[in-house]
Structures are given as structure tokens and as C-alpha cells.
């Protein structure tokens, strides 16, 4: 029998009827912070040293009020958490977990050969088109079929994916997957396969770095897969049990001596925690500048000119400051409402997204109802299309449930305004019944090409060490990889432990 437990996030409240539970499950942006509790635990706890993220981290950290706080991450945050645990004169307990199920890198790459792929395999590709385009390549080469998991698809399509893969028997034996494999699934994965070293980000091609390439690599054999087995012995009757290793490797050649060079090195410490002032503190500061200043502006100074402990950073996310810019064109809005808007979970990368945000905007604003039914700029044309298995059918679901998303974000700041909150939850389950069904059957549009082919012969890439994979090249909106949680770093049964106190 279970206990009650409330469910808190930007997009979604499950609250039990009457209050009744005595936990609550939530991300890390909406800890309850004035309320005491017993126990608060904090995942990803190495995440406070994110560059945009971290302030939430810091934030849970400093603000909860518990009586006991249990952080989980990885090993490279303690020395910071020591330093804040003594600001704040906090005892502190170490407890270090060792992994039980060997990861270990293969002999060698795959050689750039999809026959290659084998069952239980996660092929990570870092972009959406290229996601799809490697899930029809290897289905076409291989016969096999392939389940995908990525940022931007609905959480519960995730899980169904997921759920696909884990099964054993039903066809369903390749992953192809961005970094957001590890977004709250347990996945029975064998094998990591990089398809490239590099991802693309707002300012250009960035190399993995070491803990990046370590947290992607260590889903390998941490779930179904990790369970202990038993192999027959040297004499009859005689039977020893081994735990099965996760394995790491690369699809192509020259990606593998990165892979090989980060397993093998360590992560470098992380050196500062991130914060980010409340609203009101930052409204005083825009006050301070002359009347018709961008609000972009002002957030660009505030991080160019804040001054911090030598053991903090300030956070202002790149979304924050595009978004300001978009909806500056809004009339009515207050600087708190800018902020709010601002604060989003829109990924402003995509034209259609940025319109959504500022018809949205336009409703905060007064000049418009905020009712889903009466909202033209949502397509909700595309619910009385049959489903079908076009590229530009499910990008518009996709845009869609991203608009609903937001749409339920606002509901629980401006419920006066976005008041059919019910009728969008109805929405989004409808959304995400016929994403799955695309899913199920899609067939990305894919055209072979060599990795040095995808290059011109001018270009600095060609020559150096920061190449991208041709599945990343030519790419739909980019994926936002940086608001894709990273994935968990401990399993229960999968580790040892020993601990120290501070």
C-alpha cells in the first residue's frame, strides 16, 4: 500500500483531496520553501553549479526549511557543498556510493557500420531531425525496430517509449536517444553509442565535456540489465553468479579516443553555486535605469555588473533575455509580468514558439481572453487530422502540446486570465495520445551521407577536433538540451556505500 503524495510542478499540481499527504514530489524550481518539513531530498544536486540552472539548486539548498536535507549527485559538487555547508554552519555527512555494475568502454567503435547496432543498444544523437533521421536509418539497414526518446516529447510519451524498449519480446530492441535518457526512466540499456562528441548549441558547435560524456555513458547497464546473472561453472552442477557490465563505444572511428580519454579522466570540481534575485529586486534595479530601456538590457547589465562571494555566480538564462526582447513590443505588461513571462519553460528558438509567448503576453496584458478556445494562434486544427506519419504532422503536435504546456504554466500564475485550465489538461492527453500513435509507426525522411562529406572542405571543422555528426547537421529546432534534467546518479541496489562526517 502506498502513501499519499502530492505531486508540484511549473506545469502540474496534483494536490490529495483535503491535504491529507505527508510528502510531496516535485521539481527542484517549486520547493515548498516556507513550509517545515522532516526530511527534504535533493536530486541532482551537482546541477547548483549549472551556469543558467544552478540558482534553483542553491536556492532548495539554502531555503528549506527541513530538520535533516539529503543531497544526491555526483562526487565532483562536494567540495563546494563543503564550503556552503560551512557558511551556513551546517553539519555535514558524506556518504560515497560505488557503482556495483562495471561500465566499461568496448574494444572498439562501430566503425561508423549500422549492422553493428545490436539489441539493448542507445544510439545518442543531440537534435531532434537527427534522432529521427538515425531511428529510419537503422530501421531501414537493420530490420529492427527503434524507440526514441527526447527533451521535447511529452513526459508520458517518454515513459510509453521507455516502456517499449524495457519489454522484453516485443520488436522493440534499439533506443535513439538525445541526452534526456536519463530524465526519470529506467531504461534496460547494454550498450551507450555516441554518434558524436559534440552538440550544438545557440553559440555554435560545443565538445562534450567530461562529466557529460560520463552521465550519458553510466545509464549503460544500471537498470534490468545490472541484475545479477549466473554462468555456468567449471564443474558439473557448479554455477557462479557476475554482474553483466554496461558497455560505452562510438559509431565512427574518430570519436572513440574522446570517449576512451573521458571514462578514464575525472571531472573537474565544481567551483561556484548559482543565485538568482526575486523579481522584486530585480524590478528595483530596471527602476533605476531611464524610462524606455529593454528589460534585456537591464538583464544584461545586472549580470555584467553584479558582485558576488568568490563562491557564487549569477544565473540569467540566454532564454530569459530572448524572451524579453520578443514581448517588448507588448504594451501593458508590468516589469513583475515581463519577469514572470520570462521565466517560462517556451524554448524561444522556434518563430512559432516566440508568437505563442506573445499572444500569451497580450492576454496578460488585457487585450485579449485567455480562454484555449478562444486563443486563434493555437492550431488546433491539427486534432481533426487524421494521424499520419509525416514529419510536418508531428512537429505541429509537438508545437502544440509545447503551446498547452505553457498555456497550464500561466494558468497557475494568472488563473484569472488562463481560466480553462481543465480543458487544456483534456487537451494535452489528446496531444500526447496521438504523438504516441505517430510515434509508433514514424518514418523520418533520410538521405545517406559520409561524415566527411557533410563538411565543406573551407570550413575550420573539417581539420580540427570539433566535428559534428552528420545526424546533426541540417537539423529541425534545435532540442534544448540545457533544460533537460541530467540523468539520476544512483539507483537503489546498484551501489555500495561508505560515508564520513564533516
Same mark, same amino acid.
Given at each position: 500500500?502506498g502513501?499519499?503524495c ?9 494536490i490529495?483531496?483535503? /491535504?491529507?499527504? #505527508? +510528502? ?22 551537482? +546541477?547548483?553549479?549549472? %551556469?543558467?540552472?544552478?540558482? #534553483? ?21 562536494? $567540495?563546494?557543498?563543503? %564550503? ?5 554552519g551546517?553539519?555535514? =555527512? =558524506? ?6 555494475? $562495471?561500465?566499461?568502454?568496448? #574494444?572498439e ?10 539489441? /539493448? ?30 527533451g ?65 555513458? /553510466? ?9 545479477? %546473472? ?15 557490465p554496461?558497455l ?11 570517449? *576512451? ?39 544584461? %547589465? ?8 568568490? *563562491?557564487?555566480? =549569477? ?15 507588448? #504594451?501593458?505588461?508590468? !516589469?513583475l ?34 480562454? !484555449? ?9 491539427? +486534432? ?16 502544440? @502540446? ?37 510515434l509508433?509507426?514514424?518514418?523520418? $525522411? ?14 575550420? +571543422?573539417? @581539420? ?16 534544448? !538540451?540545457?533544460?533537460?534534467?541530467? $540523468? ?15
Amino acid at each position: 500500500m502506498g502513501k499519499a503524495c502530492d505531486l508540484l510542478t511549473g506545469d502540474e499540481q496534483k494536490i490529495t483531496e483535503g /491535504g491529507a499527504a #505527508a +510528502m510531496k514530489s516535485c521539481t527542484v524550481e517549486m520547493i515548498p520553501l516556507g513550509i517545515p518539513v522532516d526530511v527534504a531530498v535533493i536530486d541532482e544536486v551537482q +546541477m547548483i553549479g549549472h %551556469q543558467e540552472r544552478g540558482w #534553483a539548486w542553491t536556492q532548495a539548498l539554502l531555503g528549506i526549511e527541513a530538520k535533516e536535507v539529503h543531497l544526491c549527485g555526483e562526487e565532483r559538487v562536494i $567540495p563546494l557543498i563543503k %564550503q556552503l555547508a560551512l557558511l551556513m554552519g551546517e553539519k555535514l =555527512i =558524506i556518504r560515497q556510493y560505488r557503482r556495483l555494475s $562495471p561500465l566499461e568502454v568496448s #574494444a572498439e567503435s562501430l566503425g561508423g557500420d549500422i549492422t553493428k547496432i545490436r539489441e /539493448g543498444d542507445c544510439v545518442v544523437v543531440f537534435s531532434r531531425a537527427g534522432i529521427h533521421r538515425m531511428r529510419r536509418h537503422i530501421e531501414k539497414t537493420t530490420g529492427k525496430k527503434c524507440v526514441v526518446v527526447y527533451g521535447s516529447l511529452p513526459p508520458a510519451i517518454r515513459a510509453s517509449q521507455a516502456k517499449l524498449f524495457n519489454e522484453p519480446g516485443n520488436g522493440h530492441d534499439i533506443l535513439v536517444a538525445s541526452d534526456a535518457v536519463g530524465m526519470g526512466l529506467n531504461l534496460s540499456i547494454k550498450r551507450m553509442v555516441f554518434t558524436s562528441t559534440v552538440r550544438r548549441l545557440q553559440s555554435g558547435l560545443v565538445p562534450l565535456t567530461i562529466s557529460d560524456i560520463k552521465q550519458i555513458a /553510466g545509464r549503460a547497464g544500471r537498470f534490468q540489465i545490472a541484475k545479477t %546473472q549466473e554462468i555456468a561453472g567449471q564443474t558439473p552442477g557448479e554455477r557462479r553468479s557476475f554482474i553483466a557490465p554496461g558497455l560505452v563505444t562510438t559509431l565512427d572511428n574518430e570519436d572513440f579516443p574522446v570517449i *576512451q580519454h573521458a571514462m578514464k579522466s575525472e571531472a573537474m570540481p565544481l567551483r561556484t553555486a548559482g543565485l538568482y534575485p526575486p523579481p522584486h529586486v530585480i524590478a528595483k534595479f530596471y527602476e533605476t535605469f531611464p524610462r524606455g530601456v529593454k528589460l534585456s538590457e537591464v538583464l544584461r %547589465q545586472l549580470e555584467e555588473l553584479a558582485r558576488l562571494n568568490p *563562491q557564487f555566480h =549569477i544565473c540569467i538564462r540566454l532564454t530569459q533575455i530572448e524572451i524579453a526582447d520578443f514581448i517588448e513590443e507588448v #504594451a501593458g505588461l508590468s !516589469v513583475l509580468d515581463r519577469l514572470q513571462i520570462t521565466a517560462s519553460p517556451a524554448r524561444p528558438r522556434d518563430e512559432g514558439v516566440r508568437e505563442i509567448v506573445k499572444a500569451f503576453a497580450r492576454c496578460i496584458a488585457g487585450q485579449g481572453s485567455g480562454k !484555449v478556445l478562444h486563443l486563434k494562434i493555437l492550431d488546433l486544427d491539427v +486534432m481533426d487530422l487524421a494521424v499520419n506519419q509525416s514529419k510536418w504532422y508531428l512537429e505541429r503536435l509537438e508545437l502544440l @502540446h509545447q503551446s498547452i504546456v505553457l498555456y497550464l504554466w500561466l494558468s497557475y500564475r494568472y488563473p484569472g486570465v488562463f481560466s480553462t485550465r481543465g480543458l487544456a489538461f483534456h487537451l494535452k492527453e489528446l496531444i500526447e495520445e496521438k504523438i504516441d500513435l505517430v510515434l509508433a509507426g514514424y518514418q523520418a $525522411p533520410f538521405t545517406p551521407t559520409s561524415r566527411a562529406g557533410m563538411l565543406d572542405p573551407g570550413d575550420p +571543422m573539417a @581539420h580540427g577536433e570539433v566535428r559534428p555528426s552528420p545526424w546533426e547537421v541540417e537539423q529541425a529546432p534545435l532540442l534544448d !538540451v540545457d533544460n533537460a534534467p541530467p $540523468p539520476d546518479i544512483a539507483e537503489a541496489g546498484l551501489y555500495e556505500i561508505g560515508s564520513e562526517s564533516v
